[in-house]
C-alpha cells in the first residue's frame, strides 16, 4: 500500500479520453468483474458526471454518476487499490454528495455487492441506509450471479 504525502495536493477533474487508459489499469486491478472500456466511454458520451480524484499525476480514485431528475445513482465509484483504507471513499463520496446537492438531488442511490462488506460498512458510515436487494444483479464468479445491496441517502 502506498500513502500520499501529507504535503501533496490532492484535486478533481473530470475524465478526458486521453485518461481512459490510466482509469481502466485502476478499474482492472480493483476488481474481479471490472467495468470495460465501453462502460466509461457510454458513461462519457450520455454525459455523467465522471470524477477522478488526483494527487499530482497519480490517479486515487473516481467516480461515476448519473442524474436524473431529482436523484443522482452513483454507478461507480473506485479507490485503486495501493490507496485503498486511507479516507479517500469518504473523500470520494463527500464530493459526490456535493456536486449531487448542486444539481438540485434529493437523493442519492447506489447497489453494492451483498459480499463487498466493506464497502457496505464505507457507505453506511457515509450515512446511507438499505432499502432494497436486488437479485442476481451482478456477474459473479464461474457463471453465478451475486445480489446487490440497493441503498440510498437523503440529501
Known sequence: MSAVPKT??????????GQLDAVLHVE???YAHPWGRRNFEDSLKAGNQI?????QDTLLGYFVAMKGVDEVHLLNITVAPD???QGWAQVLLDALTLW????????????????NAR??????????????????YYPGDD????????????L
Request: glycine share 8%; aromatic share 8%; with cysteine.
Open 51 to 55: 470524477q477522478l480524484l488526483m494527487a
Open 119 to 136: 464497502a457496505i460498512k464505507v457507505y453506511e458510515a457515509h450515512g446511507f441506509c438499505r432499502v432494497g436487494q436486488r437479485k442476481n
Open 83 to 85: 490507496y485503498q483504507r
Open 8 to 17: 501533496v495536493e490532492v484535486r478533481f477533474e473530470p475524465l478526458t479520453p
Open 143 to 154: 457463471g453465478q450471479r451475486e445480489d446487490a445491496i440497493v441503498m440510498s441517502l437523503r
Open 28 to 30: 482492472q486491478q480493483a
Open 100 to 115: 449531487a446537492r448542486g444539481q438540485g438531488a434529493e437523493w442519492l442511490w447506489l447497489e453494492v455487492r451483498v459480499g
